[in-house]
């Protein structure tokens, strides 16, 4: 596996984890209409932290497994910011600087 898709990985183990941390990780999956949602970030059905989880990973996680070719631009962060804009900053500082650098190391491959 190339450097660039290890890296990816770390990020998406390191998005995980502060999910965990903040306590927005979910043993159950939502239901099969949320996920079958085609707005964007299915952002009518889940909740932004649920789409990271049960959308964004796994998706990233098959790319990685499979090393596919991996989209041109990312740009996770903006909509975190804009999902999560009630939260404490302090709170979500470090989920937002990881997908960040998730969004850098995506959008420079």
């Not at 079958?36 to 299915?42: L, R």
């Not at 910011?81 to 937002?96: F, G, K, S, T, Y």
Request: glycine content about 2%; aromatic content about 10%.
């Amino acid at each position: 596996m190339s450097d660039d898709y290890q890296e990816l990985s770390r990020h998406l183990q390191r998005m995980e984890k502060e999910l965990r941390a903040l306590g927005w990780w979910s043993e159950q999956p939502p239901d099969a209409h949320a996920l079958a949602s085609t707005a964007p970030f299915c952002h009518d059905r889940m909740d932004f932290h649920q789409w990271l989880q049960w959308v964004l990973i796994p998706g990233f996680q098959r790319l990685i497994e499979q090393e596919s070719a991996l989209p041109e631009e990312c740009a996770i962060a903006p909509m975190a910011e804009m999902a999560w804009r009630e939260e404490d900053p302090a709170r979500i500082r470090n989920l937002v600087r990881i997908l960040r650098e998730f969004d850098q190391q995506v959008s420079s491959h």
